[in-house]
């Protein structure tokens, strides 16, 4: 599931303000120094960054090592089946988007310029995808040539680039065998090999994209209905048929409005959740082409609290919420100056075999800390579940990430939450690969401050 992971979840970051502004200060102020030098030096000499480095055992191709390119934010990075992670990131410097593959010893392997004359601004965004053969697929929303663009590029597996960048549409997700974009009008896959496929899409409706393992669908939102078309084929399974399936029907609730609506998918089958103004929750799948019945969990979700993951694996179905419990901590508890919050995580499970039902606190509550974003995947027939953890009157002069938490939620047992410590100024997802989870860390080099480039580390965790 690692090349469709991404595709599945739902991450929702909290206190994104706080976020935004220490890693575009970061970017911009890096971008604006590196400018600078570059006037006070003159041209500069010819570099062979854009060569592709395959001595694993090089120590200037070491993370944070004298000789290793320096990454600022936004990066991006998903694993190999081989315990590999790809990352891409800004190089302010060279104003290009640099991408390196870190093997299991923490080297960097390969190192390439993927896209060259961009620049950071305050929506800049990077997404990575990886398949076992064909290569890396990396997608950047900023600024190139002075204009706003949101270009593809594919790389081989040397991460050579294959031919020219090419202009997507915004929504995203990835299949095994093809990326696929969207722009309400029309669905397009770019196959990792073989022709591109154009869908038009049903006119005035609210359109997502969703991926499965090898499946691609639309999400069709309208006032009273909710309903999944698949796109290029039908459904999985012998009862598949090419028209949409009306999974949510608003009539079904009375007054209960719709709060939440959330998907998943576990291999090609579709889950929706649906929350309500009251808490109450629904369910409802499509299992092998065939819709199932909806279902009214006992459990419900309080008025006040957050969805911000859902995510299923073929034993269990996992809805993450979060619940402000800053009320618990003692004043000036943060330390001077910092914001006293803290949000406990709370996990709703449900065996999709038995359909028991069980809500179970993740985490208490950290008092000075920040949660968000929040990372699922599966971890065999677990969830994985993981937030980043940020402390309050962070800066230049200290990251403002202190690591990241991890839980796995399972058809029995109490889940329990662990902590992988580590400073960083940004931190992404890399997926899990069935043994393990990956993400990547913006590291600042030593003595840094905030506004110079840094360099990735791989977290691994399970």
């Not at 992988?420 to 600042?444: E, F, H, M, N, W």
């Amino acid at each position: 599931m690692a090349d469709a992971g991404s595709s599945k979840r739902l991450g929702i970051a909290l206190a994104a303000g706080v976020v935004a502004l220490a890693v575009g200060w970061r970017a911009c102020e890096g971008q604006r120094r590196a400018e600078t030098d570059r006037q006070a030096q003159g041209p500069a000499t010819p570099s062979t960054a854009d060569a592709e480095s395959t001595s694993p055992s090089a120590s200037s191709d070491a993370p944070g090592a004298p000789g290793a390119s320096g990454l600022s934010a936004p990066i991006a990075a998903a694993h190999l089946a081989n315990g590999n992670v790809i990352v891409a990131g800004l190089d302010v410097s060279a104003k290009a988007i640099r991408v390196q593959r870190i093997d299991v010893k923490d080297a960097i392997v390969a190192e390439r310029v993927a896209l060259d004359d961009v620049a950071w601004s305050p929506d800049s965004e990077l997404k990575v995808s990886v398949h076992a053969t064909q290569g890396v697929a990396v997608t950047w929303r900023g600024l190139r040539g002075g204009k706003l663009v949101r270009e593809l590029v594919i790389l081989g597996p040397d991460l050579a680039p294959k031919g020219e960048p090419e202009e997507v549409a915004a929504a995203s997700c990835v299949t095994r065998d093809a990326l696929w974009f969207s722009d309400d009008a029309q669905a397009s896959s770019r196959p990792w090999s073989g022709a591109s496929l154009k869908i038009d899409l049903p006119k005035e409706k609210d359109v997502s994209l969703l991926c499965g393992a090898s499946h691609a669908f639309a999400v069709l939102g309208e006032e009273d209905h909710t309903s999944i078309l698949p796109l290029g084929a039908p459904f999985p399974g012998p009862a598949g048929t090419r028209q949409p399936l009306t999974v949510v029907r608003e009539g079904d609730f009375g007054d209960d409005e719709q709060r939440e609506l959330a998907q998943y998918t576990v291999g090609d089958d579709v889950g929706v959740v649906r929350i309500g103004g009251s808490g109450a929750v629904a369910v409802r799948e499509i299992v092998g082409g065939v819709l199932g019945p909806l279902r009214k969990l006992k459990a419900t979700i309080p008025k006040d609290d957050d969805v911000v993951a859902v995510d299923a694996s073929p034993k269990v179905l996992a809805i993450v919420y979060t619940e402000d419990a800053s009320a618990s901590c003692p004043p000036g508890a943060a330390g001077p100056g910092d914001g006293v919050v803290a949000t406990k995580v709370m996990s709703l499970r449900v065996d999709r075999e038995t359909l028991e039902e069980s809500t179970t606190e993740l985490a208490p509550g950290r008092c000075g800390h920040e949660i968000g974003p929040f990372f699922t995947d599966l971890l065999g027939d677990d969830v994985a579940i993981a937030w980043t953890e940020r402390s309050g009157g962070a800066g230049s002069a200290r990251a403002p990430i202190t690591g990241i938490a991890h839980a796995l939620v399972a058809r029995t047992g109490r889940p329990a939450v662990a902590r992988t410590a580590q400073p960083a100024d940004a931190l992404v997802d890399a997926g899990c690969d069935g043994t393990r989870c990956y993400a990547a860390a913006l590291v600042r080099r030593d003595a840094a401050d905030a506004s110079a480039p840094g360099f990735v580390k791989v977290l691994r965790y399970k």
